[in-house]
């Protein structure tokens, strides 16, 4: 996974852009091709505006997460914390979808050879 940092307005120090990349190691998929993560003070640059974007780039859609906190790093969490539930819910979805067809293919094979009266059943045909 490739991982952009940008800070705008102002320098990233080292452990700053070391903890960004530990926390998006985090992240389980296999899937991430890259994350891209803007961090930015908002207007009139008081503490509880330090902003945090991070956009990833997987296959079908873009997740994106925009946090606000007093620390960068809290920020970087939450928003680590976000796309994590986002990434297992978009998994869950997919594996319901898998599950749902391969009960569709079962009852198929089964309606078949009920049907079929001691014939063999093609699965070939059933998918049809």
């Not at 503490?47 to 925009?66: M, Q, S, T």
């Amino acid at each position: 996974m490739d991982i952009i940092i940008q800070s705008l307005g102002f320098n990233a120090g080292e452990t700053l852009e070391s903890f960004i990349r530990e926390k998006l190691h985090t992240l389980k998929s296999d899937q991430i091709i890259r994350a891209d993560v803007t961090l930015f003070k908002g207007p009139d640059s008081t503490p509880e505006n330090n902003y945090c974007e991070i956009r990833l780039e997987v296959p079908g859609y873009d997740p994106f997460v925009k946090k606000t906190g007093i620390y960068f790093e809290n920020a970087v969490s939450e928003c680590i914390d976000v796309l994590k539930l986002q990434l297992n819910k978009t998994k869950d979805k997919q594996t319901q979808r898998q599950h749902a067809d391969a009960i569709k293919v079962q009852d198929a094979i089964m309606e078949a050879e009920n049907d079929a009266d001691d014939s063999d059943v093609e699965l070939e045909d059933v998918v049809k």
